[in-house]
């Protein structure tokens, strides 16, 4: 019996320690840049990482330089409306699959799913000679459109148990009260998917505000996000660390705050999602 008892004891001891060291591995980089960010170029290389001292000097220069937050709103306008979009349009791609009977259904549906998968690089040369061809390179249309590519799919997929679990006694009794299809969507099913929309308004935001390669490869100077401003921080011959890291720190801010503010959402969306698919 204390054998046993002694045994769970270390089991659960052990994994908590692992739990802790995986926090900790997790947490790092977003320490050290923190750190850094109050330090000058030569702190950085001379004193080590875990050197901490308070200078502003950094920040400064980053929220006076007019590109990176020209940058900024950049980002913010992309993500917001990016995100906006591909809900609207994954939620209604998603209701259709689920909802409506006809052929090629799992067709279509797996072909969302394989179309995310292709990896960005794939992609990057076809969408930059297609934008290039309308005139949307260097647009922020351009890279809404392009960030819109991999949002939709995942919107799409993370939606498709939410409305398949539904009782269809919901939008019959809608129909019977004369609801039209469109007011079956608006205001019964979207009410009811709700968690779903804000999980995937989550990380449809946060996969566009991270982005990089697309930004990078389709926009020049006015649809410049700010993991490429935060790039052109590297300079010609020396990065800047100091500023690297400031704008680093300032590009966490809104993930951080989404992350602890909507985390209970965050949960509740992705386990009400795997139980009911």
């Known amino acids: 019996m204390k054998s046993k008892h002694f045994r769970k004891r270390f089991l659960t001891t052990l994994l908590i320690i692992i739990i802790l060291l995986i926090v900790f591995i997790e947490l790092m980089p977003i320490i050290v840049v923190f750190m850094n960010s109050f330090k000058r170029d030569i702190d950085i290389w001379a004193r080590g990482p875990f050197y901490f001292s308070f200078n502003f000097d950094s920040y400064k220069s980053v929220l006076s330089n007019r590109d990176f937050l020209l940058s900024l709103r950049n980002s913010i306008i992309v993500a917001v409306v990016s995100t906006v979009i591909s809900i609207i349009v994954g939620a209604m791609a998603s209701y259709g699959i689920t909802r409506y009977v006809f052929r090629s259904k799992k067709l279509i549906a797996y072909s969302f799913l394989i179309f995310r998968m292709v990896p960005q690089i794939s992609l990057v040369i076809p969408l930059f000679m297609m934008f290039n061809q309308f005139q949307l390179r260097d647009t922020l249309t351009g890279i ?11 919107v799409v997929w993370l939606l498709l148990p939410f409305f398949a679990a539904i009782p269809r006694d919901f939008e019959e009794a809608a129909r019977i009260d004369g609801a039209s299809e469109g007011g079956v ?19 449809c935001f946060l996969m566009s505000w991270n982005e990089f390669l697309y930004a990078l490869i389709l926009s020049s100077t006015n649809a410049r996000t700010a993991p490429v401003a935060v790039n052109g921080l590297l300079g010609q011959y020396a990065p800047k660390w100091g500023q690297l890291s400031a704008a680093g720190t300032i590009m966490l801010i809104p993930v951080l705050i989404i992350t602890i503010t909507l985390q209970k959402y965050i949960i509740k969306g992705l386990s009400a999602g795997g139980i009911k698919g």
Do not use: K
Not at 144 to 154: K, Q, T, V
Not at 185 to 203: D, Q
């Open 144 to 154: 809404i459109l392009s960030h819109m590519s991999f949002n939709i799919p995942y």
């Open 185 to 203: 969507f608006w205001r019964i099913f979207l009410p009811l998917v709700g968690p779903g929309i804000v999980v995937s308004a989550i990380f």
